[in-house]
């Protein structure tokens, strides 16, 4: 059958439930799309199809709504191939729309009432159905899929079995996180969704594909991770607060002399930067989507539009001026970073960079296949090259392979790994801070790893630190408890590339002196 009029007797076949069935289930895959505007199955495919979800090719999409709603005859007698193996929709959705279909009208009532005191009343009167419902509570901030508490509150007063299909999801035995596919890459690799397992014809690393690059260029400032946790433990001290002329040892072994107040700070609350400037910063986002690839051999890196789009209004929100630069060569990232530099940041509190592109160890490349070190985009931010951000935190966010290695999982016992909390009591010169004070950087994986993007949904790291920031910052955490989540986040996450199960860590190295705590927005949290 042509597929254009497959498309037809499927849309001619479907109730008004079910189409309004798909336009919820779809809603990550329609967000550059108004999904008020669809009133038929016609509109929906239509927009489907123009972002091609739905294709002659890959027709899944269908097949995927179609079984959702359990109109098996209409899959048989249109011929779509079942089982299923590639996964579209969110496993938030399906959840969402799986309780839906078992509450009552009187269930709806019921659950509008006990949110009065969180919804306006116009808002709950316009909500007809349980799914209208679930998307303003959304609107309003009140469910995601990190944050169901609520939901599940009132599943539990409204309809106590429901509740087991929540628990279920979180604990993980619903599809959670599954990655989207926009088009099938040179390699073979069939996908499925299971647990938070995230296999996909889209998913992919954010490796190059040759060493016909060039060397990568080591600039002083970057210490791999065993020389970062020996230095720290150097640094240890508890002793009592007092001034000792004291003779300090270089890592070179050479000696030399100088005056340290050593404090035992056990007692003392940790101090916040300040953030209370009407702009609390520029926020830089680099952005490398085509590369030379004859030359380099670096594919374009699909789906980073995506991770742009999510910072740029996640900090914008957060009230900060940004500016965003495309498919920049090594030259141009320089020239950008320095050009922020020279800036005076005298009346604002933060600088935040973020630059998405491939890489490797300590290293971006740019879309000539020049590595740029991090060190390089560090450096003239520092109290000496930046005097007006001298004391003011300095947050680089790197999505980017740093190898080509690929972390593979490791299984827990159930209860958990026990972690050594260390406290690190740094003596500290009087009056002055060091030079490379008051930097953090967050990279997308470890040293020798490769970090994993998604074509339509995004990079991992990215994802988990835009979802993470418009949840916990009104809660005021700082930004290393967020940084820690974003780590936890990304770490339960599972893909299969090339038929084998692959992990991710960040690291998140920080320099910071003080909490980094962002003023919590007037405005309602932007929808990713």
Request: proline fraction near 5%; charge should be negative; charged fraction near 25%.
């Amino acid at each position: 059958m042509d597929f254009q009029r497959l498309l037809l007797t499927a849309g001619n076949n479907l109730r008004k439930d079910d189409v309004s069935a798909f336009v919820f289930l779809c809603t990550e895959l329609l967000r550059a799309s108004r999904s008020d505007s669809v009133d038929t199955a016609s509109d929906l495919f239509s927009i489907l199809a123009d972002q091609n979800y739905l294709t002659p090719e890959r027709p899944h999409l269908l097949t995927e709504l179609l079984l959702i709603v359990e109109q098996h005859s209409l899959i048989r007698d249109l011929e779509l191939q079942t089982p299923l193996t590639i996964h579209l929709i969110a496993p938030f959705r399906k959840l969402l729309y799986d309780l839906s279909v078992d509450i009552t009208t009187e269930n709806l009532k019921a659950m509008k009432f006990l949110l009065r005191e969180k919804i306006p009343r116009r808002k709950l009167e316009q909500c007809q159905t349980t799914l209208e419902l679930f998307l303003e509570m959304e609107h309003m901030d009140l469910l995601r899929n990190t944050n169901m508490g609520l939901l599940e509150d009132i599943i539990k007063s409204v309809c106590p079995v429901l509740k087991k299909k929540i628990v279920k999801f979180k604990e993980g035995d619903v599809n959670c996180n599954c990655p989207v596919p926009e088009q099938t890459p040179p390699l073979e690799s069939k996908s499925s969704s299971f647990g938070q397992t995230q296999v996909s014809q889209s998913f992919e690393p954010e490796i190059p594909r040759s060493n016909k690059l060039s060397e990568i260029v080591s600039v002083g400032g970057v210490l791999d991770d065993d020389e970062h946790l020996s230095r720290g433990l150097r640094a240890m001290t508890t002793e009592e607060s007092s001034h000792v002329n004291t003779t300090l040892t270089t890592e070179d072994g050479q000696a030399s002399f100088g005056t340290q107040e050593s404090t035992n700070t056990s007692d003392e609350a940790l101090k916040t930067y300040n953030m209370n400037a009407v702009k609390p910063g520029l926020c830089l986002i680099i952005n490398n989507i085509d590369f030379n690839e004859v030359e380099t051999k670096l594919k374009p890196r699909e789906g980073t539009i995506i991770d742009e789009g999510c910072l740029k209004k996640v900090f914008e929100w957060l009230g900060f001026e940004v500016h965003v630069k495309r498919n920049c060569d090594k030259e141009k990232i320089l020239s950008s970073i320095q050009g922020i530099s020279t800036r005076d940041h005298s009346q604002m509190d933060c600088l935040v960079c973020c630059v998405l592109s491939h890489g490797a160890k300590e290293s971006v490349y740019g879309v000539d296949g020049d590595a740029v070190n991090l060190a390089e985009l560090m450096q003239p931010f520092n109290g000496l090259q930046c005097p007006s951000l001298k004391g003011k935190p300095k947050l680089f966010f790197i999505q980017a392979c740093q190898g080509r290695a690929r972390q593979t999982p490791v299984y827990l016992q159930s209860d958990g790994l026990t972690i050594t909390n260390f406290n690190d009591n740094t003596a500290q010169m009087q009056i002055s801070i060091p030079v490379d004070a008051d930097f953090l950087l967050a990279v997308a994986s470890i040293p020798l790893y490769v970090s994993w993007r998604d074509k339509i949904l995004g990079t991992w790291f990215i994802q988990s630190l835009c979802q993470n920031l418009i949840t916990m910052v009104p809660r005021k955490y700082d930004l290393v408890e967020i940084m820690t989540k974003v780590n936890a986040d990304v770490s339960e996450q599972t893909g299969v590339f090339e038929s084998k199960f692959v992990k991710q860590m960040p690291r998140c190295d920080s320099r910071l002196r003080k909490k980094v705590v962002f003023k919590v927005p007037n405005e309602y949290p932007p929808e990713l």
